[in-house]
């Protein structure tokens, strides 16, 4: 639900699902691994906004690269000096032996070129991060933004916590492997060339030697990705259900407690925490693996290259100092292949964080607008529903052949058993759900034909389960119309009946509700939300069993303060207390989807059929309570 008036609904409660979601855990631990491929590409694609940036990080860790791979050379070059000068002076030739002033300047040309490699690598860390927060950020909004065109079903098919996981686990996710991973392969794979032109240039007998253990390093590599990947995705997955459970037990917990679920629930728990300790256990010691193993094939190419190099400065192939530089190269050489290891198992998260974000992002929306919609200016609130058919899913319509015609400005009440379709009704005229066939008309105008933000400016709607969010009380009621002033607050809560409650209050309108209201009580959150809706002031009103949650005597006052607001609007009023609706100018009785009876409410107890049935049992109860 958007914070802006426009564009958004005046939906002033949490929507019921009227139906078990067909949705179940969705990852297994050895669910098939991700598209790898198709994944990193449209994150590529994704970063291609940033090519300016990139290309600067590019440039800055090539050139910190470059720069200090130029130092075990020169380094070399100073060992070969001071080796050179020693058997000068020990063969007694009449040198010099040692000329410090050469090394000296080797030395200070070598501390510039690693200050200036360090500064480069700082830059380019600098923007980088500055890339990886901004494209967590645009993910983030992104996230935010989509939520508000996605269609109800797909969030009554979901926990809470899967959702939420994408937003937090897996953005952070993926924030954190691109900072590391992007500088990491850049720089990595410019060591490698780097090194690699330098050991040519000492030795090629020796560089290929040393090129012998990539074949090895490789095969390790592609066996270990191969078996880890199933459990990357499959840690990603069920840390979203996890969240999900620990949110839906925490916001429940009172009920929990009130039931002696405990135990269920942390057996629940233990069962979802089990499976993403094994996958999370499997993923990181098969990533965990890659490091030691590189540096035992690492080892092996020292000792290969160690007994050649001695060979070679025997034979006066090379200088001794060059086998210090190549030694050094060596090691330069197998670090990035380490590094890289490391990378592919990052890419992995990555991948798999990318996959989650994108799936989500590419999730099918709702129309948000049409090419020539209708206005909503001067609409007088004429309602007909024609033939209408509906199901939550094509197997199971729930909604048969519904026709009916509200004239404006008349208080309509929809009554019925549980689950005969009163609030699927609500839902399909604000359209959350679109009909299967049939139409709904607006003043002659199908629902489809206005842009949907517009159309749902049109509605107040008051549900059953209160939503307030954390927040002053002043913000809760303003949420209705954000530019409305203190003042007018203040008169919807008196029209409400909930100002005097307010005064009473430590702070009045601006004390703080907490997470979920639980300083207020279920009545009194139930009363501001509909002093939210009497703020709104919209053209048609929706009440789905507004009053259920407060007392008798509470009631009628809110009772008389609603019939005060619907004047001059039409209201749909759906009710299971019928007691509440006598006064309605039409009552449409739902049975299985179907409208069954139609009318007053006197002439439909005069026919003496299902609603007088519904209605009689009422008291009935009562008596025999």
């Known amino acids: 639900m958007s914070n802006s008036k426009a564009g958004s609904s005046r939906s002033f409660g949490r929507p019921r699902g009227p139906h078990p979601g067909p949705g179940g855990p969705m990852g297994m631990a050895g669910e098939k691994a991700q598209d790898f491929k198709g994944s990193m590409g449209k994150l590529f694609r994704y970063l291609g906004r940033y090519r300016l940036a990139i290309l600067f990080v590019i440039l800055f860790a090539v050139g910190s690269a470059a720069f200090s791979i130029i130092g075990p050379k020169m380094m070399g070059n100073a060992t070969t000096e001071i080796f050179n000068g020693l058997i000068r002076k020990i063969s007694g030739d009449g040198s010099a032996g040692i000329d410090f002033s050469k090394i000296g300047g080797i030395l200070l040309s070598l501390l510039v070129l690693y200050v200036v490699s360090s500064l480069f690598a700082f830059v ?6 500055g ?10 909004r992104s996230i935010s933004q989509k939520i508000n065109r996605m269609p109800m079903k797909y969030f009554e098919t979901r926990t809470h916590g899967e959702v939420l996981s994408r937003v937090t686990n897996d953005v952070d996710t993926l924030s954190q492997s691109l900072n590391q991973s992007m500088t990491q392969v850049i720089t990595s794979l410019t060591t490698v060339v780097g090194v690699l032109i330098m050991m040519f240039s000492i030795s ?68 979802l925490n089990d499976t993403l300790y094994s996958s999370a256990w499997k993923s990181q010691f098969l990533s965990g693996m890659m490091h030691p193993l590189m540096m035992f094939i690492g080892n092996l190419g020292y000792v290969m290259v160690s ?107 929809i009554v019925g058993p549980t689950g005969a379709g009163k609030t699927t009704m609500v839902k399909l005229l ?45 913000e809760n009621i303003r949420y209705g119309r954000l ?21 009473t209050l430590a702070g009045g309108y601006d004390m703080e509700l907490n997470e979920e209201a639980g300083n207020v009580s279920q009545g009194q959150k139930q009363l501001l939300t509909i002093a939210r809706a009497i703020l709104a002031d919209p053209p048609i009103l929706i009440l789905d069993e507004a009053t259920s949650s407060v007392d008798t005597r509470t009631e009628v006052r809110i009772q008389k303060a609603m019939d005060n607001l619907m004047k001059g609007r039409t209201s749909f009023v759906i009710a299971h ?49």
């Open 124 to 129: 380019q860390g600098y923007i980088m991060t």
């Open 131 to 140: 890339v990886s927060q901004k494209v967590s950020y645009n993910l983030r």
């Open 204 to 271: 090629w007998l020796m560089t290929l030697v040393a090129l012998l253990i990539l074949p090895l390093s490789m095969l390790l590599i592609s066996l270990i990705v191969k078996r880890s990947q199933k459990y990357f995705r499959s840690q990603q997955e069920y840390l979203g259900h996890v969240n999900g459970e620990v949110e839906e037990i925490y916001g429940g917990h009172s009920i929990v407690r009130a039931f002696n679920g405990e135990k269920d629930a942390i057996n629940k728990f233990n069962r």
């Open 307 to 413: 007994i050649l190099g001695g060979w070679l400065v025997v034979k006066n192939s090379i200088e001794v100092g060059d086998i210090q530089s190549f030694i050094q190269y060596v090691r330069m050489f197998n670090q990035p292949l380490a590094q890289v290891a490391q990378v592919v198992n990052l890419l992995q998260s990555t991948a798999a964080a990318a996959e989650r974000v994108f799936e989500f992002l590419d999730e099918e929306e709702e129309d948000q607008t049409v090419e020539h919609p209708a206005s909503v200016e001067g609409l007088t609130g004429a309602v007909e529903f024609r033939n209408v058919h509906f199901g939550y899913t094509p197997e199971k319509t729930i909604i048969h052949d519904f026709t009916a015609s509200v004239r404006p400005g008349q208080k309509v009440a």
């Open 430 to 474: 604000m359209r959350f759900y679109d009909v299967g066939s049939g139409e709904i008309l607006v003043d002659g105008h199908n629902v489809r034909d206005f842009n949907r933000g517009e159309l749902r400016q049109m509605f107040g709607m008051v549900l059953q389960d209160t939503w307030l969010f954390n927040g002053s009380i002043r």
């Open 483 to 503: 530019d409305a002033t203190d003042e007018q607050v203040v008169e919807a809560a008196k029209a409400a009946h909930v100002h005097h409650f307010i005064q």
């Open 577 to 625: 207390r019928l007691s509440t609706i006598r006064d309605a100018d039409l009552i449409l009785v739902m049975k299985d989807g179907d409208i069954v009876e139609q009318g007053t409410h006197d002439a439909l107890l005069a026919a003496g059929g299902f609603y007088a049935g519904l209605y009689n049992s009422q008291f009935e109860q009562v008596a025999a309570g």
